[in-house]
C-alpha cells in the first residue's frame, strides 16, 4: 500500500517537566508531583481491607525519602468506625486534636477537607514566593549594597538575620508540595460518595493529583461501594476480595479488564481470591503492563497473564 506524509504536520512530543517531589518504593504506583493514587479496598466485612490497606501504605510510608522525612505531611481520615480501628493508622500523622479525623461521613467533612488541603497548599505557595523575594534581596544586597535595597527588602532581609534559609513555613524543614492522605472507611451508601453540587469529593477525587492527596476508600461492595465514575478509568489500585455473585465478576471484568480475555479474567479472578483463610484478594495495579506488575494475588504475587492457561482452576 502507498501512503504520503506530510512533513509540516509532525511535532516532537511535549513532555512535562521533572516535578517528582517524593520517592517510591518501587512496583507501586508514584506519589508526589503529578501523580497520587486513588485507592479502593473491595471485600466483605474480615476479609482483611484494613489490613492490606495498612500493610500498603506503610510500604508507602516507611520508603526513604531523600530529606529523611515521612512521606506524608497530613493525613485526614472519615470514618465512622474510626475508634475501633485506631490501631491500624497509627504509624501515620493523623491530628486527631486538629480536627482531622471526621466520624459523620458527611459532605461537609469533605468539603472541610478540600479547604484544609487548599490552605496548606496556598500557604506553601506564599512561602515558596517569599524564599524567592527574599533569595533577590540578598543577591542585590550582596551585589550592589544595602543602600540599593528597597524599605520593604531591607525589613524582610532583617526579620530573617539576612538569611533567606531560615524562612519557615507550617511543615520545615521541607522545601518541596506538601502531600496528602485521606482514608475514607465504612462510608459505603453515604452522602460524601453523592452527587450533590455542593459535594466537593468527585472534584477532588478527579483532581487528586493536583492536590498531592492520595485517597484511600474501603468498602464491602463494589459497585455501591465505588462511585462509577471513579470505577471506570479512574482508579490506580483496586484490591478485590472474593466474591460469589457471577454476574457481579462479569460486571467488574467489563469495566476494568480491557487487555484480559473474559476466561483469562475468570482464572485470575479465582486463583487469586481463592485462600483457606478467606484472605487472599486480587490487586489490579492499573498503570503498569498487565506482565508486569498490573495482576497480582494480594500485594507481592505478580501474576503473568500468558501463563493463566496452564492453572486447572474450576
Known amino acids: 500500500m502507498k501512503t504520503k506524509k506530510v512533513a509540516h504536520l509532525k511535532k516532537d512530543p511535549i513532555h512535562k517537566p521533572n516535578v517528582k517531589i517524593r520517592a517510591n518504593p518501587p512496583f507501586l504506583p508514584e506519589i508526589g508531583g503529578d501523580k497520587s ?39 485526614f ?13 497509627k504509624f501515620l500523622p493523623i491530628d486527631e486534636e486538629g480536627g482531622d479525623v471526621f466520624i459523620d461521613p ?18 506553601y505557595k506564599e512561602w515558596k514566593e517569599n524564599v524567592e523575594t527574599a533569595e533577590k534581596a540578598m543577591k542585590k544586597f550582596l551585589d550592589k549594597g544595602v543602600y540599593k ?13 539576612f538569611k533567606p534559609e531560615e524562612l519557615e513555613w507550617k511543615y520545615s524543614p521541607r522545601k518541596t508540595p506538601p502531600c496528602f492522605l485521606l ?26 493529583r493536583h492536590k498531592n492527596c492520595t485517597i484511600a476508600m474501603l468498602n464491602q461492595s463494589y459497585k455501591t461501594g465505588v462511585p462509577k465514575f471513579l470505577r471506570q478509568g479512574n482508579l490506580s ?6 466474591v460469589f455473585d457471577k454476574k457481579l465478576i462479569d460486571d467488574i471484568y467489563n469495566e476494568v479488564s480491557n487487555d484480559l480475555t473474559i476466561e483469562e479474567w475468570k482464572k485470575m479472578f479465582k486463583y487469586a ?37 496452564t492453572l486447572q482452576i474450576d
Open 37 to 75: 493514587p486513588l485507592i479502593s479496598m473491595c471485600g466483605h466485612r474480615g476479609s482483611g481491607k484494613s489490613m492490606t490497606t495498612t500493610n500498603l501504605l506503610q510500604l508507602y510510608n516507611d520508603y526513604p525519602q531523600p530529606d529523611g522525612l515521612g512521606l506524608w505531611d497530613r493525613c
Open 77 to 89: 481520615v472519615i470514618s465512622p468506625t474510626y475508634e475501633e480501628n485506631l490501631h491500624y493508622w
Open 106 to 123: 458527611t459532605i461537609s467533612a469533605v468539603n472541610n477537607i478540600v479547604a484544609r488541603i487548599d490552605e496548606d497548599m496556598e500557604e
Open 149 to 161: 535595597l528597597t524599605e520593604d527588602e531591607l525589613i524582610l532581609l532583617y526579620s530573617i538575620n
Open 183 to 208: 482514608i475514607i472507611d465504612d462510608c459505603s451508601h453515604s452522602k460524601i460518595y453523592s452527587n450533590s453540587g455542593t459535594n466537593k469529593f468527585s472534584n477532588l477525587t478527579l483532581r487528586n
Open 237 to 242: 489500585i483496586l484490591c478485590l476480595w472474593k
Open 273 to 309: 481470591t481463592d485462600s483457606e483463610d478467606g484472605h487472599s484478594h486480587l490487586t489490579i495495579m492499573f498503570d503498569l503492563p498487565k506482565n508486569e506488575g498490573k495482576y497480582r494475588k494480594n500485594l507481592d504475587e505478580i501474576i503473568i497473564v500468558d501463563q493463566l492457561n
